[in-house]
């Protein structure tokens, strides 16, 4: 295929404002899936996205377009991700693609993560086609929301394509937008191979297979290939698209976006944004790759059965292949034995792995306290990071301890604007500004990750209704007055639910967390003291009364069966616990325990 029929794009959108249908709709229209093989929402096709209705992962699919200029198109499509936690996929997909249709839905506007995945495209230098979606409502005001967007992200917003992905209106429109006003890819089929590594991922019957963006060259079926950061290099089993299932093809050229299949048995040769290349006529230099993704939440994954270790550190490099900014090391904890300390993007990103992990492996596990990596300056003049409060050194050899900082944006309806500036206050945030776009406040602060990492998402969300969105990035390192906050159940610390925290919020969060603990421990045949303490010194103590009766008491006379039904559950429900010196301690209560009212 020439280079002037092709168009790689992305789709970019804050979450729920139509992405994925809007992509099932293009589908359709290119008449790619019958209508029988449309289910919802193809390209979200994992599980999980199904049933939390969005989408994590990137997707890619390859659809022919007969366009009204009478010529055949081909058109690449990558759904991305809107949550904030999954910038990182958002950032990837961009890098493969020479334009993005923004889609906004037009009864809601503009909102953070329209913000910030917009920025992200015009810093990939793409063409921008404003799709504003949702037109079928009553609700929809297109021009309102044209002039929003040229007013907040200054791009022209006058040939907008209104649409709507639901009822189906006007998708033609967006595919010959994409044709029209997008540009073609460039690069040259003569010169060395020179391929982005995308994506990978592990599938059952083929192994690894790998997405790639084709820059230079052509990638051949029985080719060696190169890995330009590694050196390692395979033979090519397989080149195929995806339309969308997956169909071999000879070869891929220059513009073009495809999977290989290699045979690839190892994990860590497969590094997303890595450049590959042609073994016999090697590229002289890499593509620029990715930002390597840095983790800013920390957490312990321990398999509630011991035995269960091997499996999860397999699982996990499975997961690794596919979510290149998923991050894990091994781990030993005094109570928790062994297992990994693994680092997300954030709080959500973390909640999708541990539900993959349980879902797709049948994995059972344990998982610690979320932690951000704090930055330590010792008495001795060395540096440390921090990612565990568990390993927290003595405080006495301690100069300073430095925490990490964002830089938040709230979108938000004026009527809840005061409790959200009540709730930053609450986690020690600095106002930097506060704007109007439309009838909408936008508040923009500074504030500590610590404060952010546990529920701040999902307390934004209560307090106003679902209404506000936000967006954030890093923004540096601050010293600050923090001290760790250990547990105790019956004297004995429990390392993983220790947690850091400012000296001003360690008491109320002490005490919290032991009247949390106080009912999610189930009573037991003794009585059960929980603490709080920094250092040696207890700021906050509960005690659970002890259980006198026999749980198969009431059963006395009863049925065998009834009795032995609930024996089982007991040891079902064991199987769950963990054992605290004599004390059990549910799985729910590390997490639990933790959230912040
Ligand atoms: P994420 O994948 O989670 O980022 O969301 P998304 O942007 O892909 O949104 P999705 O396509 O899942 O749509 C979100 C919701 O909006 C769904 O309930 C859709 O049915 C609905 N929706 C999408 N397009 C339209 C439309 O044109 N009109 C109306 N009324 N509803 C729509």
Not at 214 to 229: F, P, T
Request: hydrophobic share 40%; aromatic share 6%.
């Amino acid at each position: 295929t020439p280079l002037s029929l092709i168009r790689n794009f992305s789709i970019i959108a804050h979450i729920d404002h139509g992405k994925s249908t809007l992509a099932d709709r293009m589908i359709q229209a290119c008449g790619a899936l019958t209508a029988r093989e449309m289910t919802n929402q193809v390209l979200d096709n994992m599980e999980l996205e199904r049933e939390r209705g969005i989408t994590i992962k990137a997707q890619t699919v390859r659809l022919t377009y007969p366009a009204k200029d009478g010529k055949t198109y081909i058109l690449n499509l990558m759904d991305t991700p809107g949550h904030v936690d999954f910038a990182y996929e958002v950032s990837r997909s961009l890098a493969a693609c020479e334009g993005s249709l923004l889609v906004v839905d037009a009864s809601q506007g503009v909102e953070a993560q329209t913000l910030a995945n917009v920025y992200q495209a015009i810093d990939a230098n793409h063409e921008i086609v404003p799709v504003l979606n949702k037109i079928d409502l009553p609700a929809a005001e297109p021009e309102r929301v044209k002039a929003q967007i040229e007013e907040v992200i200054g791009i022209d917003a006058e040939d907008a394509v209104e649409i709507s992905a639901k009822t189906g209106i006007n998708i033609e429109g967006v595919l010959e937008a994409v044709v029209t006003r997008l540009p073609p890819p460039t690069g040259e089929a003569d010169l060395p191979l020179k391929a982005m590594l995308v994506d990978s991922w592990y599938d059952a019957y083929l192994g690894v297979i790998i997405l790639v963006r084709i820059k230079e060259g052509r990638l051949k079926k029985g080719a060696r290939i190169r890995m330009m950061s590694s050196g390692a290099t395979h033979l090519v089993d397989q080149v195929g698209v995806f339309a969308p299932r997956m169909v071999p093809v000879d070869d891929l050229g220059p513009g073009e976006m495809g999977y290989i299949n290699a045979a690839i048995k190892t994990v860590a040769d497969c590094n997303v944004g890595d450049t590959i290349t042609d073994d016999r006529r090697p590229a002289a230099e890499p593509l620029s790759g990715f930002k390597p993704s840095i983790p800013v939440v920390w957490c312990g994954l321990f398999p509630v059965n011991a035995d269960d270790f091997d499996k999860l550190r397999d699982s996990l490099g499975k997961l690794r292949l596919n979510d290149a900014s998923f991050h894990y090391e091994a781990e030993t904890s005094a109570a928790l034995g062994f297992g990994f300390r693994c680092g997300f993007l954030g709080l959500l990103h973390l909640e999708i792995i541990q539900e993959r992990l349980s879902r797709e492996f049948d994995l059972d596990l344990i998982a610690t306290a979320p932690s951000v990596v704090y930055h330590l300056n010792m008495n001795d003049g060395t540096k440390e990071d921090l990612h565990n409060p568990a390993d927290m050194p003595d405080p006495m050899q301690i100069e300073t301890i430095e925490e990490p900082w964002i830089k938040a944006t709230i979108m938000v309806p004026d009527e809840y604007l005061g409790a959200v500036l009540t709730l930053c206050t609450e986690r020690r945030g600095v106002q930097i500004d506060l704007t109007y776009v439309g009838n909408r406040a936008m508040a923009v602060y500074r504030l500590p990750l610590n404060e952010v990492v546990f529920d701040f998402y999902d307390r934004l969300k209560s307090l106003t209704r679902g209404y506000a969105s936000f967006d954030y990035q890093m923004d540096g390192y601050e010293e600050s007055d923090l001290v760790r906050i250990s547990i105790l159940v019956n004297q004995e610390p429990v390392d993983a639910l220790s947690f850091i925290a400012h000296r001003s919020a360690a008491e109320s969060r002490g005490r919290a967390i032991c009247a949390r603990l106080k009912d999610l421990i189930p009573r037991q045949l003794f009585k059960i003291a929980i603490q709080a303490a920094i250092g040696a010194r207890v700021i906050a103590r509960e005690t659970i009364g002890a259980l006198s009766k026999d749980v198969t008491a009431k059963c006395y006379g009863g049925d065998i069966s009834r009795k032995r039904k609930l024996l089982e559950k007991q040891k079902e429900g064991k199987k769950r616990m963990r054992q605290f010196g004599k004390v059990e301690i549910p799985q729910s209560a590390f997490l639990a325990a933790l959230k912040m009212d």
